[in-house]
Each structure stands twice: as C-alpha cells, then as structure tokens.
C-alpha cells in the first residue's frame, strides 16, 4: 500500500511540471462527465495533473464500505473549513478544499468531481455565487427542498447535481433567494459516495 501511494505521488509531481491549464481560463462542466478536457470513468490521475496542476493535498480514504476507496486530488485547500469547501475524508478533519477530484482506486479512473471554485461554468452558463432566479430561468427548472436545494441532471454516463444554499422555503416547497453554492459530478458506474453525502 505504501509502496503504492509513493508511485502515485511520484506520478503527480512528474505530471505537475507541465500543468497549469486549469489555473488559467474558465473550465466548462457538462451533464455528460466532462470537466474541460477531462471525462469521467475515463481520465487518470496523471490526466488530471496535467490538466488541473499539482494538486494542494491528495490523502486517500473510503467514505462508506460498500463504496469503492478513492485517491482524492484537492486544491485551493486550507487546513480549517473556512468558506464553501470539502473535507477530503470522512473524518473530516481537514485539509478542506475547494474542487476536489475523486479518483476510484480499484479502477484508477476519475469517479466523482465537486467544486465551490468560480472558475467552474456548468450548463447554460451557470456559476457559483449565481441567485438562483437567474439560475431558474436559464434551465428553465424551479428549485425546490427536497434532498437540500438542489438541482440535478441524469445521463447514461452521470448525474450533475447543483447545490444551493441561503434563500428561503415557501409552503409549497420552491425556494427563493437563494445562490449557487457547488456543483458536483458523480460517476454513475463507479462512485465512491461522494453524492450519497448531499442528502
């Protein structure tokens, strides 16, 4: 296992020195998997370095037993929770991060991605911070409370969940006022948990 985890580091940091595309212009999320040149199910820990640069942290954990343990590639990290972002382990203790990408051990593929970062665009244009009128109109769907505030799509490939926060609830369940707050991808042949912990 140590052995293992010495490689994919090594792995990292050679891929890292030609990285950075990410950190420089907006990055497009599609309904399909895709984030920019990435793909779920398909593009590898290297890809993703090479795309994204090196990473900030990358622990490895599992977040339930009948999930699949997962590789996490995380940036924009700071050791507290401070603003929207995502502890890397269940435990939650840290380091807490602004998009992480999941990387599913037993395949060594890309599983499940989630981000609070503004550089981020999802369908229609959409991105973190927007009020979720603006949001409404552009998918021409009506948020409501059910599993939290949140918006999704399902493909053959994936589903893309939109979360938002703030606001408030009417009686009849549509919530008002409230702001893009992640969006999140999830493989739906190998996810590791990440979207069983949105509701």
Known sequence: MIRTACRLFALLLVAATSA???????????????????????????????????????PWSRFASQYAAYTALGYSCRPTDIGWRFALTPAYKGPFCKTVFYVN???????????????????RGLR???????????????????CGANVGFTTRRADLTLEFVGGSMRPDQ???????ADMVLTSLRHDVGVYALLC
Do not use: N
């Open 20 to 58: 950075g595309a990410a950190r420089q212009a907006d990055v497009s999320i599609t309904i399909d998997g895709r984030i920019g040149p990435l793909q779920l199910d398909r593009s590898t820990a290297r890809s993703i370095v090479a795309f994204a640069g090196r990473p900030d942290a990358v």
């Open 128 to 146: 973190v911070g927007m009020q979720s009128a603006i949001a409404e109109r552009r998918l021409h769907q009506h948020l409501r409370q059910a």
């Open 174 to 180: 549509s919530v008002v006022g409230a702001h893009l």
């Open 105 to 123: 051990r037993r395949t060594g593929r890309l599983a499940d991605f989630e981000t609070s970062s503004r550089q981020y665009v999802g369908p």
